[in-house]
C-alpha cells in the first residue's frame, strides 16, 4: 500500500494493481535470485577445486564423517534449496501476470533449477559422476538464461517513462 497527500492533514491509502505489483514483486524475487545464484556459482566453483568428498562408506551415517569441507557442502546444498523456493515464487508471482511467455519462462527457471537440484544430490549420493556434475551445470546454465529472459519480459510489461 502506499499514502497519498491530498491536503495537509489528510492521507490517501491505495494500492497498487495486482499486475504491477506483480512485476515489481517479480524484478525484485529476480535481484535476489541473480545474487543467490552467483553466490552458488561461487561455492560450486570452491567446492570443485578445494573440497575432497568422501566416498558413501557404511562405516559413517550417512557415509559422511567430520571432512573439512563438510559447512561449504552444506551451504551449498542449502543455498540451492533456496534458489528452488525463489524459483518456485517466481512461477507463482507468473501465474498472476497472465502472460504466456513469462509463465513459460518461470516454468523454465523452476525446471531448469530442479535439474540442477537434483543432479547436484546424485552427484553428491551417486558416486561423484561426472555426468551428474555436467548436467548440474546445465542445470546453472538454463537457469540464468531464463532468469535473464523473465527480466526482459518484467521490463517489458512495465516500460518506465521519464
Known amino acids: ?61 550417512m557415509g559422511y564423517g567430520p571432512y573439512g569441507g563438510f559447512p561449504i557442502v552444506m551451504a551449498h546444498m542449502f543455498l540451492g534449496i533456496l534458489i528452488g523456493f525463489i524459483s518456485l515464487g517466481i512461477l507463482f508471482l507468473s501465474i498472476g501476470s497472465g502472460k504466456r511467455n513469462v509463465l513459460i519462462s518461470a516454468l523454465g527457471l523452476f525446471l531448469s533449477v530442479l535439474l540442477a537440484g537434483i543432479d547436484g544430490l546424485f552427484f553428491l549420493f551417486d558416486g561423484q559422476n561426472n555426468i551428474n556434475s555436467y548436467l548440474m551445470s546445465t542445470g546453472f546454465i538454463l537457469a540464468m538464461f531464463f532468469a535473464i529472459l523473465l527480466l526482459t519480459y518484467t521490463y517489458q510489461m512495465n516500460p518506465r517513462t521519464g
Do not use: C, W
Open 1 to 61: 500500500m502506499t499514502a497519498r497527500l491530498i491536503d495537509k492533514e489528510h492521507y490517501v491509502l491505495y494500492m497498487m494493481p495486482m499486475k504491477k505489483m506483480m512485476s515489481s514483486g517479480m524484478t525484485a524475487m529476480l535481484a535476489v535470485f541473480f545474487f543467490f545464484l552467483f553466490l552458488q556459482f561461487l561455492l560450486g566453483m570452491y567446492i570443485n577445486l578445494f573440497v575432497v568428498i568422501p566416498v558413501m562408506s557404511p562405516s559413517f551415517m
